[in-house]
């Protein structure tokens, strides 16, 4: 998942990483011979809910980092901000979850949601801040750098692939829309309206990560375009994670397959943390003192 | 906002008063300092961009582009200095510099050119 030479913050969201894949491995394997939730229950309530606290959490404390590195008037202090703006959400919105379902040592807590003309229940709020409002942050900041590498000429000129695959999202996008538009006669909640926006959303982000990934192969492997990547690979996992329970409530997917697909999220969610990392590391590489000149070839 | 914009907004809030001073009394600048000041401009100005007709490179600017492309290659990737250079030209401090600032910030990029400037 990570070369040798990774930055040390990355090596280590990704050795967690492996011990906690492990760790589900293992639940999944005693799933499928005794055919019980107990273990898998245990590792996704339990080791799966503090994987997630702590992946966003980094994720938030580095793109922050990286923001202060920019001065006010530096184009990239309003990506990272959005960047660590969108962290935070996702953030809110796992504690929030974790309250709503009263996942905590002292067990569920009674809470009035907020916005309680808005959303049904705090569920639905957290779905919201750490779903659309999130995506919302990460689209304004990811256009940001785009902008900038459309600035300097770094993106490559777009494949058949490309083309293909960006007609297809926008497709699959005002598909969505209109079958959710069709449902507006049954007076769905607010809540429930505002959760729509995230498949336009995704469909937007995805469009994003195929333009940042053309700059990625145009310009090779380090450390920026490994976080640019990160971001291209936490957006595509994010995607294929909503798919699947796309999938799974149209009854398309196995039960086996169905709780072989909750992993996914684990992957989006180092990917995430791992794209601040990358561009700290290629900030602080220059400040090292003891740091050799780059020999070029 | 330039420079100046900025001391004609503080000047017009009243900020920065013109406080009236002795009169300064500057010498003759000798033609030697002269000649040391244009010289040391005109190997800084190769140095930040050596003109494209120049046939032979002087071993600073060698310096500079290997140390340039070594930090480029490890930032960016192993073909943004082919990118960079467009036709074919070695990257300078002048194609790479505001590249740098973009992406990495101006505080870092500070550090970054004057590792690649030490001892050249």
Redesign the interface.
């Known amino acids: 998942m990570f070369d040798r030479g990774a930055p040390r913050l990355v090596r280590a969201i990704w050795t967690l990483f492996s011990v906690h894949f492990a760790l589900g491995i293992i639940a999944y394997l005693h799933f499928l011979v005794t055919g019980t939730y107990v273990w898998l229950g245990w590792f996704f309530v339990v080791a799966g809910s503090l994987f997630f606290l702590v992946m966003t959490a980094t994720e938030c404390w580095l793109a922050f980092t990286c923001r202060s ?3 006010a008037d ?3 202090r309003l990506a990272w901000g959005m960047i660590a703006f969108a962290a935070l959400a996702r953030l809110a919105g796992v504690v929030i979850r974790e309250v709503a379902d009263g996942r905590l040592p002292w067990g569920p807590v009674q809470l009035r949601p907020l916005f309680s003309g808005v959303f049904a229940n705090l569920g639905q709020m957290g779905l919201f801040v750490g779903g659309p409002l999130s995506m919302a942050f990460l689209a304004i900041g990811l256009g940001r750098v785009l902008q ?1 590498q459309r ?4 993106r490559g000129p777009l494949t058949l692939g490309d083309r293909v695959l960006l007609v297809l999202i926008v497709a699959f996008s005002v598909s969505q829309l209109l079958i959710n538009l069709s449902l507006l006669g049954g007076h769905p909640s607010p809540g429930t309206v505002l959760l729509w926006l995230s498949d336009p959303l995704l469909a937007l982000l995805l469009i994003e990560a195929v333009l940042v990934r053309r700059a ?1 192969v ?8 490994k976080c640019w990547g990160m971001f291209v690979m936490a957006i595509v996992t994010t995607s294929l994670g909503d798919a699947a329970i796309w999938a799974n409530n149209h009854d398309l997917l196995s039960e086996r397959l169905t709780a072989l697909s909750w992993y996914i999220w684990f992957v989006a969610a180092a990917a995430f943390a791992s794209a601040p990392a990358y561009q700290l590391a ?2 602080s ?3 090292e003192p003891n ?1 050799r ?4 070839r | 906002m330039s420079l100046l914009s900025r001391f004609q907004l503080r000047f017009r809030k009243g900020e920065g008063r013109l406080v009236a001073s002795e009169p300064i009394l500057l010498e003759s600048a000798s033609p030697s300092g002269l000649n040391d000041l244009t010289e040391r401009l005109n190997r800084w100005g190769r140095l930040w961009s050596p003109a494209e007709d120049e046939s032979e490179h002087t071993h600073a600017q060698r310096i500079v582009t ?2 340039l ?13 082919a ?1 960079l250079s467009g036709a074919g030209d070695p990257i300078s401090l002048a194609s790479s510099m ?2 740098l ?9 500070r ?2 050119s004057r ?1 690649v400037l ?1 001892d050249v």
Not at chain 1, 293 to 296: I, R
């Open positions: 590195w920019f001065d530096e184009p990239m900038t600035r300097f000429r770094l990625v145009r310009i090779g492997q380090g450390l920026l375009a290629a900030i590489i220059v400040q740091l000149q780059p020999a070029s | 290997r140390r492309t070594g930090w480029m290659e490890r930032c960016f990737g192993e073909h943004m200095p990118s505001p590249v600032t973009a992406f990495l910030g101006r505080r870092a990029t550090e970054l590792r030490r």
